[in-house]
Each structure stands twice: as C-alpha cells, then as structure tokens.
C-alpha cells in the first residue's frame, strides 16, 4: 500500500476508533478499504436531482444483496415528490434535512412477498411468528447497508 493510501486508511480508521487498527501491506482491495473506512453519514445536499438511471442502477444493486433466508423481502421507495418529502420529514422530527434533500429512499422489510408466494402455491404459511418479521427486518437492513 502506498504511504499516502495507508496513511489515509489510518486517518480514516482512527477518526471512528480510539484504538484504530495498524494498516497492513497493500492489497487488491486497498481503495476499497480506505473508500469504505472514511464513509459517513451525509445530510447535506445539492440542489440538484439524482439521476434516475443512477437510482435504479444502485437500487438493483442494493436489491441484490444476499438475504437473511434468501426471500428477498426487502423493497426500496424512491421520493422524489417534495410534497411527499415534507410529510415524512414531519414523522422523524429532528431531520429537516429529508424535506430538502433532492430525493429519498425509504428501505422497507417487505414480509408479503413470502406470503404471496405461499398463496399463489396453494401452500399454508408456517412463518407466521415473530421470525417473520426478524426476517423482513434483515432483509432490509441488508439492501440498507448494501446502499
């Protein structure tokens, strides 16, 4: 790895961990290390609208992500309508920036996929417990992190 990657993977790495880990040799996957180190959380946007090409390349990505049961019981909603933007901004108080944001994706666990699959096989539904909301749940935290 080279001084200037190890020595931004480390500042990288020490900014979220008071005992950050010593960097190691350079690997194929060091630019993705660095890249996947220094990720944050954004609430500051641009005023300018996300290409719709873009959203539903990263979506089917996101969408493709292994799964907790292999049921894919995940769905994302994109918003783009800033009237939409507004009321959901006024259910999470505290996160003005939704409302000003040039579109949202809401990743939602989606437990009726498996349902209708056992509806349209003429098959009882035997997952209907508290399992299948755990699974819905990683499933979308899952596409959520795959983002």
């Known amino acids: 790895m080279s001084k200037a990657l190890q020595s931004d993977l480390q500042r990288a790495l020490a900014a979220r961990f008071s005992d950050a880990p010593a960097c190691f040799e ?5 630019d993705l290390l660095r890249s996947m180190a220094a990720r ?3 609430s500051a946007f641009m005023d300018k609208p996300v290409p719709s090409d873009w959203v539903r390349i990263i979506s089917a990505i996101a969408l493709s992500a292994p799964t907790k049961s292999d049921l894919q019981q995940s ?23 939704i409302a000003d944001a040039p579109m949202i994706a809401v990743i939602c666990g989606n437990n009726r996929h498996q349902r209708l699959l056992h509806e349209w096989h003429g098959v009882p539904f035997a997952n209907d417990h508290l399992d299948a909301l755990f699974n819905a749940a990683g499933d979308a935290a899952i596409t959520l992190g795959a983002l």
């Open 40 to 42: 944050g959380s954004c």
């Open 26 to 30: 350079s690997t194929a996957h060091s």
């Open 75 to 97: 769905d994302i909603i994109v918003l783009e309508s800033k009237e939409m933007q507004r009321r959901l901004a006024t259910l999470v108080s505290g996160q003005t920036w």
